[in-house]
Nanobody, 119 residues
Framework: QVHLVQSGGGLVQAGGSLRVSCVAS????????MGWYRQAPGKQRELVAT???????TIADSVKGRFTISRDNNKNTVYLQMNNLKPEDTAVYYC?????????????WGQGTQVTVSS
C-alpha cells in the first residue's frame, strides 16, 4: 500500500511565497514522475509542474518564472516553491506520483492542500 501526504500551503498576500511538500511512503519499488496539479473553484484540475526521476522539469506557462519544482529521491519527496504569488494562484494543490509498487505501476494522489492568495 502507498500513501502520499502533503504539507505546507496556507494563506498569503499577493507577492508572497509558500512552499508545499509531498512525501510518499509504503511499498514503493520506484518512483517515476512526480508532479503538482491544482484545482480552483469551478474549474478543472490543471497541471502546474512535473519532474522526472532524472530531474527534467515541465512548468505551466501560467507559473513559469515564479514556481519551482524539485525532488529528493532519497526521501521520496517532491516540493513546489511558489514565489510572487497572485490571487489567481488560489486553488487546492494536489501532488501526483507515478509509482511502481509490487508488479503495478500507477498514479497516486495526495490529499490536497489549500493555497489562498489575497489581493
Amino acid at each position: 500500500q502507498v500513501h502520499l501526504v502533503q504539507s505546507g500551503g496556507g494563506l498569503v498576500q499577493a507577492g508572497g511565497s509558500l512552499r508545499v511538500s509531498c512525501v510518499a511512503s509504503g511499498s514503493i519499488f520506484s518512483i517515476n514522475s512526480m508532479g503538482w496539479y491544482r484545482q480552483a473553484p469551478g474549474k478543472q484540475r490543471e497541471l502546474v509542474a512535473t519532474i522526472t526521476s532524472g530531474g527534467t522539469t515541465t512548468i505551466a506557462d501560467s507559473v513559469k518564472g515564479r514556481f519551482t519544482i524539485s525532488r529528493d529521491n532519497n526521501k521520496n519527496t517532491v516540493y513546489l516553491q511558489m514565489n510572487n504569488l497572485k490571487p489567481e494562484d488560489t486553488a487546492v494543490y494536489y501532488c501526483n506520483f507515478n509509482i511502481l509498487s509490487g508488479w503495478t505501476r500507477r498514479d497516486y494522489w495526495g490529499q490536497g492542500t489549500q493555497v489562498t492568495v489575497s489581493s
